[in-house]
């Protein structure tokens, strides 16, 4: 079973795709340029990263003492995804860009994702070299992001530390100003960091010449303490290796080192690090600490670093979304290929007849139907916010602006809801394949092991309930909760006009309703503790709601097109989400909207 029919209907037939093309930045580019950049991205998952999905599972990491060894397909992998182009795809043509739009590059790089996700196909090195070209100097840019574009280095993100967690207003590492001059050097002010950083992925690795880590860290007060809160915090480029304003490394190592490798339960083809900032392992230009370039202006580094942390957010949705993706596709093939049980008739069961195969049976579709609804659904959301990404950079100022207010509210979700219910999903294709599900014989518990740490990626379920419930839907006045509320609206009104649809229609305006009564009970005290007691089954509603939106929204598009078994299927998956899943918000809400302190309240002595 191919994945580029589904991505197909959703990126041209849904989202209409081609008629980006009419915008000046974009005017090169039609239809045919997308097939290529999709057959090209199609082709190198297939042959350089699908193959080699369990390899990189058994063959995890390992540190010999002075380097971390990968195998060597890993390397092959990161090379020809390096020479495709992709990690410039969307840049301009005059730094070696393709200025693709972002929503044909999300779907391109789908591919990889249901591959292999922890060979890895670039999500944190594009993310860190965008932040600097939205936040560096013309230095920062030429010297740092270009080489990582070009795939000859590679980025990180270093944000967490073992004592703090994701509290990063406790965040410890610190930098000082460099000696005499540091404000003058001409890749940025020059200081030195000390500190550590937990949970970096690909922190160390030999598949680039050099790795740009972006460290937060605190620039201590006269009195030599740290500030307290993220207002002082501070955004810095270490570079692994020091390299002068050409970009030609210098041959001096920074002092930063691994301190050892995290071992995971899934994406294993991914170094997962501590990492020593300035112990002195590696004394560099005869000074304590690792030399670090500040970017953008003091105290506004978790300002800056957020710019790679909501690209990192959908990214780490649209990984979920693909092992979702990856675990239905098995689980439907072993289905259509496994005979086991007869079916019942008004006699019982004949064990005379064969045996029929499993995807005869009704629980069974409904497994792979629960997959289908989750896993197209969360691919289709991923699509429609990374059209609102191109919006948002090409669109007329309304329209702009319109969709960056809608992107802040949908981020949490579109992080979220996939890390949560393609997961399930996964779960679901294990219990398709029975006793086989949870043996290393067949992939999908790969894939629930991957896919399990989606749910703390860049944030937990709780964290992004947080910033959606205590702020998103709030901010500007509620102007973006508005926003999403008009286009749902749009959508059930083209609905309530087609027979077909009009049912769904209406269930989808009431939990509209639900959802938007619910947000205004939670906040009816003014109280913070009550209103976010219940943030997470919140954003399981939201979530839902948007779902559901997106598959009527979708469903209007299959509902027009020419019969077909494709079509069947979308709209079959259209009427499961509105009949199995979303009468699931009503308990949700219910808490929420009570402001019901149950869990809150608990005396930890009684646990």
Same mark, same amino acid.
């Given at each position: 079973?191919?994945?580029?029919?589904?991505?197909?209907?959703?990126?041209?037939?849904?989202?209409?795709?081609?008629?980006?093309?009419?915008?000046?930045?974009?005017?090169?580019?039609?239809?045919?340029?997308?097939?290529?950049?999709?057959?090209?991205?199609?082709?190198?998952?297939?042959?350089?990263?699908?193959?080699?999905?369990?390899?990189?599972?058994?063959?995890?990491?390992?540190?010999?003492?002075?380097?971390?060894?990968?195998?060597?397909?890993?390397?092959?992998?990161?090379?020809?995804?390096?020479?495709?182009?992709?990690?410039?795809?969307?840049?301009?043509?005059?730094?070696?860009?393709?200025?693709?739009?972002?929503?044909?590059?999300?779907?391109?790089?789908?591919?990889?994702?249901?591959?292999?996700?922890?060979?890895?196909?670039?999500?944190?090195?594009?993310?860190?070299?965008?932040?600097?070209?939205?936040?560096?100097?013309?230095?920062?840019?030429?010297?740092?992001?270009?080489?990582?574009?070009?795939?000859?280095?590679?980025?990180?993100?270093?944000?967490?530390?073992?004592?703090?967690?994701?509290?990063?207003?406790?965040?410890?590492?610190?930098?000082?100003?460099?000696?005499?001059?540091?404000?003058?050097?001409?890749?940025?002010?020059?200081?030195?960091?000390?500190?550590?950083?937990?949970?970096?992925?690909?922190?160390?690795?030999?598949?680039?010449?050099?790795?740009?880590?972006?460290?937060?860290?605190?620039?201590?007060?006269?009195?030599?303490?740290?500030?307290?809160?993220?207002?002082?915090?501070?955004?810095?480029?270490?570079?692994?290796?020091?390299?002068?304003?050409?970009?030609?490394?210098?041959?001096?190592?920074?002092?930063?080192?691994?301190?050892?490798?995290?071992?995971?339960?899934?994406?294993?083809?991914?170094?997962?690090?501590?990492?020593?900032?300035?112990?002195?392992?590696?004394?560099?230009?005869?000074?304590?600490?690792?030399?670090?370039?500040?970017?953008?202006?003091?105290?506004?580094?978790?300002?800056?670093?957020?710019?790679?942390?909501?690209?990192?957010?959908?990214?780490?949705?649209?990984?979920?979304?693909?092992?979702?993706?990856?675990?239905?596709?098995?689980?439907?093939?072993?289905?259509?290929?496994?005979?086991?049980?007869?079916?019942?008739?008004?006699?019982?069961?004949?064990?005379?007849?064969?045996?029929?195969?499993?995807?005869?049976?009704?629980?069974?579709?409904?497994?792979?139907?629960?997959?289908?609804?989750?896993?197209?659904? !969360?691919? *289709?959301? #991923? $699509?429609?916010? /990374?059209?609102?990404?191109?919006?948002?950079? %090409?669109? =007329?100022?309304? +329209?702009?602006?319109?969709?960056?207010?809608?992107?802040?509210?949908?981020?949490?979700?579109?992080?979220?809801?996939?890390?949560?219910?393609?997961?399930?999903?996964?779960?679901?294709?294990?219990?398709?394949?029975?006793?086989?599900?949870?043996?290393?014989?067949?992939?999908?518990?790969?894939?629930?092991?991957?896919?399990?740490?989606?749910?703390?990626?860049?944030?937990?379920?709780?964290?992004?309930?947080?910033?959606?419930?205590?702020?998103?839907?709030?901010?500007?006045?509620?102007?973006?909760?508005?926003?999403?509320?008009?286009?749902?609206?749009?959508?059930?009104?083209?609905?309530?006009?087609?027979?077909?649809?009009? !049912?769904? *229609?209406? #269930? $989808?305006?009431? /939990?509209?309703?639900?959802?938007?009564?619910? %947000?205004? =009970?939670?906040? +009816?005290?003014?109280?913070?503790?009550?209103?976010?007691?219940?943030?997470?089954?919140?954003?399981?509603?939201?979530?839902?709601?948007?779902?559901?939106?997106?598959?009527?929204?979708?469903?209007?598009?299959?509902?027009?097109?020419?019969?077909?078994?494709?079509?069947?299927?979308?709209?079959?998956?259209?009427?499961?989400?509105?009949?199995?899943?979303?009468?699931?918000?009503?308990?949700?809400?219910?808490?929420?909207?009570?402001?019901?302190?149950?869990?809150?309240?608990?005396?930890?002595?009684?646990?």
């Amino acid at each position: 079973m191919s994945l580029r029919p589904t991505i197909d209907f959703l990126l041209y037939d849904w989202l209409g795709a081609p008629s980006l093309s009419e915008r000046e930045r974009f005017a090169d580019h039609s239809r045919e340029t997308f097939d290529a950049v999709l057959d090209t991205c199609e082709r190198i998952a297939r042959e350089k990263y699908a193959p080699f999905n369990r390899l990189v599972d058994t063959e995890e990491p390992r540190f010999d003492g002075e380097r971390v060894i990968l195998p060597q397909a890993t390397h092959e992998a990161q090379r020809a995804y390096a020479e495709s182009g992709m990690l410039s795809a969307a840049q301009d043509y005059a730094i070696g860009g393709m200025q693709l739009p972002y929503t044909v590059e999300a779907a391109a790089n789908a591919f990889f994702a249901m591959a292999s996700v922890s060979m890895g196909s670039g999500l944190l090195t594009v993310g860190n070299a965008n932040l600097l070209m939205a936040h560096g100097s013309e230095a920062q840019k030429r010297v740092f992001a270009l080489n990582e574009f070009s795939g000859r280095w590679s980025g990180t993100m270093c944000l967490s530390e073992p004592q703090a967690g994701s509290s990063l207003s406790d965040v410890a590492t610190r930098a000082v100003p460099d000696g005499e001059g540091f404000e003058a050097d001409p890749l940025g002010p020059r200081y030195r960091l000390k500190g550590n950083k937990m949970w970096i992925s690909a922190g160390e690795h030999e598949l680039t010449e050099n790795i740009v880590h972006l460290v937060l860290a605190k620039i201590p007060g006269p009195d030599g303490k740290l500030p307290p809160g993220v207002k002082g915090i501070s955004l810095f480029i270490v570079p692994k290796k020091l390299v002068d304003t050409e970009g030609q490394l210098t041959g001096e190592r920074n002092d930063v080192a691994l301190a050892g490798l995290n071992h995971k339960c899934g994406w294993r083809g991914t170094t997962n690090t501590l990492l020593n900032f300035g112990e002195g392992k590696y004394p560099v230009r005869g000074g304590a600490g690792a030399i670090g370039y500040l970017v953008g202006q003091l105290g506004e580094g978790l300002r800056c670093m957020f710019h790679m942390m909501n690209e990192a957010r959908i990214g780490v949705g649209m990984a979920a979304t693909m092992l979702g993706m990856a675990g239905y596709h098995a689980s439907l093939d072993y289905a259509r290929n496994r005979p086991q049980g007869r079916p019942v008739g008004p006699a019982g069961k004949d064990p005379a007849q064969p045996p029929v195969r499993i995807i005869e049976h009704a629980d069974v579709k409904r497994m792979l139907l629960a997959q289908k609804s989750y896993c197209e659904g !969360a691919l *289709a959301l #991923a $699509l429609y916010c /990374a059209r609102l990404v191109d919006e948002q950079h %090409t669109g =007329a100022p309304d +329209a702009a602006d319109e969709a960056r207010l809608l992107l802040e509210v949908l981020t949490p979700i579109a992080k979220s809801w996939p890390s949560e219910w393609c997961l399930e999903a996964n779960s679901l294709a294990i219990q398709v394949h029975g006793g086989y599900g949870y043996t290393r014989d067949f992939p999908v518990e790969q894939y629930w092991r991957d896919n399990r740490l989606n749910m703390i990626h860049e944030g937990t379920h709780g964290i992004q309930a947080m910033d959606l419930l205590g702020r998103k839907v709030l901010m500007e006045q509620g102007r973006g909760l508005k926003a999403l509320a008009a286009r749902i609206d749009a959508t059930v009104q083209r609905a309530i006009h087609v027979p077909e649809l009009a !049912a769904h *229609a209406n #269930a $989808l305006s009431e /939990a509209l309703q639900a959802v938007g009564a619910a %947000t205004k =009970a939670a906040w +009816a005290t003014g109280e913070p503790t009550q209103a976010l007691a219940n943030a997470v089954p919140y954003m399981q509603a939201f979530g839902h709601t948007v779902l559901a939106w997106i598959w009527l929204d979708v469903a209007l598009t299959a509902q027009a097109s020419p019969a077909s078994a494709a079509r069947t299927g979308r709209l079959r998956a259209m009427r499961f989400f509105f009949h199995y899943e979303l009468p699931k918000i009503g308990a949700w809400l219910a808490v929420v909207s009570r402001r019901d302190l149950t869990c809150a309240d608990m005396p930890e002595e009684a646990f």
